[in-house]
């Protein structure tokens, strides 16, 4: 079975600086989706980013960005210039390609922003 | 962006009612919904895939006589909690992935708002 594992319950990052969450998971296919979801106090799971496992090129959003390591079954997040909306619990996912397949969800990491 | 809906967002019930959950795709057909459940200051955890027209997918550990699932349409999906207990508070979550439309297997799903559940 398929595990996702975030070793930092909580992080903090001064407003407009840059901070790296951390996800490592453990599966043995081959290919596979990889998402960082951020939940704000409103609950409302928002997709950051995604990764497909079989493009090495590390996907990036504004000023979200992945950095993507296949071998080491390492998937950290990049958060550049943090802003105070960026506060909230980040989670890390995985997701098999084939049909219609869940998502298994890291334990999260709660992110405050310093103003 | 598609938009996926959860109706009630909040509901307060006594032990031992039963109370339904609505999942409700509101600009995309979703052959597939899924079904999370969440403790505070905990992750999701997934409770069942719902298909439509057919039964659902329960994981393991999870009641499906408690828990009932129906998805009778490519818009909706409903949880029913029957019979339930204080420990079954919690914040209930559903997704949708699109029946058609948009990229081939991307993967990403649309959530609801959620809804919390109260049992007294």
């Known amino acids: 079975a398929q595990t996702v594992t975030q070793s930092q319950p909580e992080m903090s990052v001064q407003e407009a600086e840059t901070v790296t969450l951390s996800c490592t998971y453990d599966t043995s296919e081959s290919d596979y989706y990889l998402f960082w979801y951020k939940q704000p106090p409103s609950r409302q799971m928002i997709l950051v980013i995604r990764q497909e496992a079989y493009k090495q090129q590390n996907a990036t959003e504004n000023r979200f960005s992945v950095n993507f390591q296949k071998a080491a079954k390492s998937f950290s997040l990049k958060i550049s210039d943090s802003q105070l909306g960026d506060a909230a619990m980040y989670f890390c996912a995985y997701q098999r390609p084939f049909g219609n397949e869940k998502l298994t969800f890291g334990t999260g990491t709660r992110l405050t922003i310093i103003p | 962006g598609a938009v996926v809906s959860q109706h009630p967002s909040w509901v307060i019930c006594k032990s031992g009612t039963s109370v339904k959950i609505e999942c409700r795709s509101l600009d995309f057909q979703a052959t597939t919904m899924f079904w999370y459940r969440q403790f505070p200051k905990q992750s999701l955890m997934l409770m069942a895939t719902?298909?439509?027209?057919?039964?659902?997918?329960?994981e393991q550990g999870v009641e499906k006589d408690k828990f009932l699932i129906n998805h009778a349409s490519l818009t909706l999906s409903t949880l029913t909690v029957t019979s339930a207990h204080p420990e079954d508070s919690s914040f209930y979550i559903c997704?949708?992935?699109?029946?058609?439309?948009?990229?081939?297997?991307?993967?990403?799903?649309?959530f609801g708002e959620g809804s919390r559940l109260t049992v007294l």
């Open positions: 997704s949708a992935r699109r029946a058609r439309g948009g990229p081939a297997n991307t993967g990403e799903l649309f």
């Open positions: 719902s298909n439509e027209g057919s039964k659902a997918t329960y």
